[in-house]
C-alpha cells in the first residue's frame, strides 16, 4: 500500500486551488451526464410498444429487464475498468465510458424491436463505468480533508441532472411526438461531456511502479473480503441501490394509472414525478453534506436510510398524482444522502493509487443494485401489483438501515487504511 501525502507534500501539491477547478469541472461534467442518462428515464416504458412489446404485463416486465441489463453486465466489467484507471489514468476512463455510451445510445434510438434494444443496453453496459471513474478521479485528486466536501458536489452535480434529465425527456417527446428523438439528445449530450473532460479534465496522474503497480483485481477482491469496513460498505451500496432502483421501471406505468389513460401529457407528468426527487434532493443534500460532518457519516447515512424507507411506504397508497409527486419529494429529502456518505466512508479506508481499482469493486455493488432493482421491480409489478413495488422498496431500505447499524461501525470514519495483503 502507498501511503499519504503527508502535510507540506499536500499542501504543495494542491497550491493555486487547482484541485478545486478539476472538482466544479467535474460536478459540470457530471451535470451533463446525468441530464443525459435520466432523459430517457420516462421514456423506455413507452417506447416498448413501438418495439413490438404490446402486452401490459409483459411491458412491465421489460421495463425492468432493459432497465436492469446494463448495470447487470456493467458490474461484471467495472472492476476491469477501475484497474485500468489506477494503471492509465482516470481521464482516460472517462473518455472511454462517455464515447460508448453515446455510441450505443444511437444504436437504442435505431432500433427496430426489443432485441436489438436489448442487445445496445448490454454493449453499453460492457464500456460503462463513468460515475466509478468520476468518483475516483475526485477522490484521487482532492486534499484527504475535502474528501466528503468535494464528493458531496459531485453528488449535487448528479442530482441536478437527476433533476433536469426526466423533465427535458418527457417534453422532447411530448413536443416531437416521437419516442426515438429523446435518445438522439441524449447522445449529443454524452458527447458534450465528452468535450469538456477533453478540454477541462486536467489529472495529475503518476503511473504506479512496484507492488502498487502489480495488485491485481483478485488480490484486491481478497483485500476487499478482509477489511470489515469496506466489505459491510459494499453490501449496503449493493442493498441502497437495489432499493432505491426497484421502483425505477414502474414510476412511469404509475404515473399512467393515477392520471388515466386519456392523457396526453403522460411522458411530461412522469418526467415530473421522476425529477421532483432531484429537487428535493438538491435542496437537502446541502443539509445533510453540512451536518455530516458535524455527527459523522455513519450517522448521516442511517438517517437518510430510515427517512428514504418512512417515506416510500405511503407511495403505495396514493390515489392521485399530485399525492404521489409529494411522496417522491419526501423520498428525495433523504436519499441523495446515501451513496455520497457511503463512497466517502469508502475512501477513507484506501490509498489514493488503489482508489480506482476499490471504486471499480464497489462500483459493482452499485451496479448489480442497478441492475437487479429494476428487475425485480417490473417482475412484483407484472405478478403483483405496481403498488406492491413500492411495499418492497421500503422494506429493503429498512433491512439496509439495519445492517447499517449493527456492520458499519464508528472505526469507518477514522481514516485510518485497511491493509491489502501481500501478492
Given amino acids: 500500500m502507498e501511503k499519504e501525502d503527508s ?28 441530464l443525459s442518462f435520466t432523459i430517457l428515464s420516462p421514456i423506455m416504458p413507452l417506447f416498448l410498444p413501438d418495439l413490438g412489446v404490446k402486452d401490459a404485463a409483459l411491458i412491465d416486465l421489460w421495463a425492468g429487464i432493459l432497465n436492469g441489463a446494463t448495470p447487470f453486465v456493467a458490474a461484471f466489467a467495472s ?97 416531437t411526438g416521437s419516442y426515438r428523438v429523446p435518445f438522439f439528445a441524449t447522445a449529443a449530450f454524452t458527447f458534450l461531456a465528452l468535450g469538456l473532460v477533453a478540454l477541462f479534465v486536467h489529472e495529475q496522474f503518476t503511473r504506479p511502479k512496484g507492488a502498487a503497480r502489480k495488485l491485481g483485481i483478485l488480490a484486491a477482491l481478497r483485500a476487499l473480503g478482509r477489511s470489515r469496513g469496506l466489505l459491510a460498505l459494499f453490501v449496503v451500496l449493493l442493498l441502497a441501490q437495489f432499493a432505491v432502483r426497484t421502483v425505477q421501471p414502474v414510476v412511469t406505468l404509475f404515473v399512467q394509472e393515477l392520471s388515466g389513460d386519456n392523457t396526453a401529457a403522460v411522458a411530461t407528468l412522469a418526467g415530473v414525478a421522476f425529477s421532483v426527487t432531484g429537487v ?56 441523495g444522502g446515501i451513496l455520497p456518505t457511503a463512497n466517502a466512508l469508502v475512501g477513507r479506508q484506501v490509498p489514493r493509487g488503489q482508489r480506482g481499482t476499490v471504486y471499480g469493486m464497489t462500483a459493482s455493488a452499485t451496479f448489480l443494485g442497478n441492475s437487479l432493482g429494476p428487475i425485480t421491480g417490473g417482475g412484483i409489478a407484472a405478478a403483483v401489483s405496481i403498488r406492491f413495488v413500492f411495499v418492497v422498496t421500503a422494506a429493503l431500505l429498512a433491512i439496509t438501515w439495519f445492517w447499517v447499524y449493527r456492520r458499519v461501525d464508528e472505526y469507518c470514519e477514522t481514516g485510518k487504511l485497511a491493509e491489502a495483503p501481500a501478492e
Fill in 7 to 34: 502535510p507540506p507534500k499536500e499542501a504543495a501539491r494542491w497550491s493555486g486551488g487547482s484541485w478545486q477547478r478539476l472538482m466544479w469541472a467535474m460536478v459540470g461534467i457530471q451535470f451533463t451526464m446525468t
Fill in 79 to 175: 472492476p476491469l475498468w477501475g484497474r485500468l484507471a489506477d494503471q492509465y489514468g482516470r481521464k482516460q476512463a472517462l473518455i472511454r465510458a462517455s464515447l460508448a455510451i453515446g455510441v450505443f445510445t444511437i444504436g437504442m434510438g435505431l432500433s427496430q424491436n426489443v432485441w436489438q434494444f436489448f442487445g445496445a443496453r448490454l454493449l453499453m453496459g460492457a464500456f460503462a463505468g463513468f460515475s466509478a471513474a468520476s468518483i475516483a478521479l475526485v477522490a484521487s485528486q482532492v486534499p484527504e480533508s475535502r474528501l466528503g466536501y468535494a464528493l458531496g458536489w459531485l453528488s449535487t452535480g448528479q442530482l441536478v441532472g437527476g433533476l433536469v434529465g426526466p423533465v427535458l425527456g418527457g417534453g422532447i417527446a411530448d413536443l
Fill in 280 to 335: 428535493a434532493d438538491v435542496l437537502a443534500s446541502p443539509f445533510l453534506g453540512k451536518r455530516s460532518d458535524v455527527i459523522g457519516y455513519r450517522r448521516v447515512l442511517l438517517i437518510s436510510l430510515m427517512g428514504a424507507a418512512l417515506m416510500t411506504l405511503p407511495q403505495a397508497f396514493a390515489h392521485s398524482f399530485w399525492t404521489f409527486v409529494a411522496e417522491r419529494f419526501g423520498v428525495g429529502c433523504f436519499i
